[in-house]
T-cell receptor, first 111, second 108 residues
């Protein structure tokens, strides 16, 4: 099992550009999450999904969108990148909300 | 006041020392999680507990529900234990609330 796979590992965007962070899991987990991690702060939940076709906002959803068309994939879309979105992004998955498995993270810089 | 507080923020130790990291929380919880984040950035779940104590190798996690407090202990610490240790509360349908982490450095 690969676990949770995130791509890319690093990305630099110019202000106003768009991009999609990819996340896939092969553990048949129903729950998936996107978090961001800023220096000195705890992980903050951006969006989450409890199953295919279902998504919901977390604490900090503004500027992001997600979709969950399959159990395996949960991409995160940034439409108009802003410097405030410079962060490290983590995708995670779990079986019904217990024992999270994390991806290796994506370090995003917006300049 | 943060809902999940960890102490200390930074910790240095000599190899072989016994280490304790503390986590206090102010909300009712379904479970408490200890996570490890290595310098490369990846995050690994170490423990999930809702009562008592769990042990895995040199790591021990305890929780006191009445006092809303948990501790993570590392016995016979080793440089490879150097990482950021993160406490989080929640689980199931309750969203996780994360602490800001404790940075541990173990020197040979």
């Amino acid at each position: 099992n690969a676990g949770v796979t995130q791509t890319p590992k690093f990305r630099i965007l110019k202000i106003g550009q768009s991009m999609t962070l990819q996340c896939a899991q092969d553990m048949n987990h129903n729950y998936m999450y996107w978090y961001r991690q800023d220096p000195g702060m705890g992980l903050k939940l951006i969006y989450y999904s409890v199953g295919a076709g279902i998504t919901d906002k977390g604490e900090v959803p503004n500027g992001y969108n997600v979709s969950r068309s399959t159990t395996e994939d949960f991409p995160l879309r940034l439409e108009l990148a802003a410097p405030s979105q410079t962060s490290v992004y983590f995708c995670a998955s779990s079986k019904s909300g217990w024992s999270l498995h994390f991806g290796n993270g994506t370090r995003l810089t917006v300049t | 006041k943060n809902e999940v507080e960890q102490s200390p923020q930074n910790l240095t130790a000599q190899e072989g020392e016994f280490i304790t990291i503390n986590c206090s929380y102010s909300v009712g919880i379904s479970a408490l999680h200890w996570l490890q984040q290595h310098p490369g950035g990846g995050i690994v779940s170490l423990f999930m507990l809702s009562s008592g104590k769990k042990k895995h190798g040199r790591l021990i996690a305890t929780i006191n529900i009445q006092e809303k407090h948990s501790s993570l202990h590392i016995t016979a610490s080793h440089p490879r234990d150097s990482a950021v240790y993160i406490c989080a509360v929640g689980g199931g349908t309750d969203k996780l609330i994360f602490g800001t982490g404790t940075r541990l450095q173990v020197f040979p």
